[in-house]
T-cell receptor, first 108, second 117 residues
Framework: DAKTTQPNSMESNEEEPVHLPCNHS???????IHWYRQLPSQGPEYVIH???SNVNNRMASLAIAEDRKSSTLILHRATLRDAAVYYC?????????FGTGTRLKVLA | GAVVSQHPSRVICKSGTSVKIECRSL??????MFWYRQFPKQSLMLMAT?????????EQGVEKDKFLINHASLTLSTLTVTSAHPEDSSFYIC?????????????FGPGTRLTVL
């Protein structure tokens, strides 16, 4: 079973920020939190990852709760190209277990 | 950086034939590569873990004699679907874990769409 839980779907208006939540209450101290997104008929694309501190890159920001039992992927200004399935994954035992992810719909 | 390619991108074959899919890490070395399968409207399911120079480790329920994996170099892993049948039709995706990386970040290929007639 996946070690993370995410809402099945979310909607956002274009140009507005999007906060995608992920719960991982059984995270261990050595697990990194990874986020990927997948467009139809493509492989997952790496978005961001973190361990304890919040992280920023050109694609997104990752906010990690102090107890590490949850995290939030933040897209600062959603575009139509951000419409995808977003997966939150824990690593630590070297292999990934994919949950169902969150399907993000961006409205023009 | 961290680009993974797959070849072919799509393949159509007749039932009973074998199909080979290649996965290459283009700009980094990958001691470990992974093979996933994804059916329509579903999430990715890990099939096997491929380690350079050693036998692959298969997930429960995946037939190792049907899905042959070879990881002959630090940049190439191959998946051969032997005696393919229509139920093997799926989207096959590989990923690579950068050698020496400490965060277990995997980089995924673009996927291969297999259709068995």
């Amino acid at each position: 079973d996946a070690k993370t839980t995410q809402p099945n779907s979310m909607e956002s208006n274009e140009e507005e920020p999007v906060h995608l939540p992920c719960n991982h209450s059984t995270i261990s101290g050595t697990d990194y939190i990874h986020w990927y997104r997948q467009l139809p008929s493509q492989g997952p694309e790496y978005v961001i990852h973190g361990l304890t501190s919040n992280v920023n890159n050109r694609m997104a920001s990752l906010a990690i709760a102090e107890d590490r039992k949850s995290s939030t992927l933040i897209l600062h200004r959603a575009t139509l190209r951000d419409a995808a399935v977003y997966y939150c994954i824990l690593s630590g035992t070297y292999k990934y277990i994919f949950g169902t992810g969150t399907r993000l719909k961006v409205l023009a | 950086g961290a680009v993974v390619s797959q070849h072919p991108s799509r393949v159509i074959c007749k039932s009973g034939t074998s199909v080979k899919i290649e996965c290459r890490s283009l700009d980094f070395q990958a001691t470990t590569m992974f093979w996933y399968r994804q059916f329509p409207k579903q999430s990715l399911m890990l099939m096997a873990t491929s380690n350079e120079g050693s036998k692959a480790t298969y997930e429960q329920g995946v037939e190792k004699d049907k899905f042959l994996i070879n990881h002959a170099s630090l940049t190439l892993s191959t998946l051969t679907v032997t005696s393919a049948h229509p139920e093997d039709s799926s989207f096959y995706i590989c990923s690579a874990d950068m050698t020496g990386g400490i965060t277990d970040t995997q980089y995924f290929g673009p996927g291969t769409r297999l259709t068995v007639l």
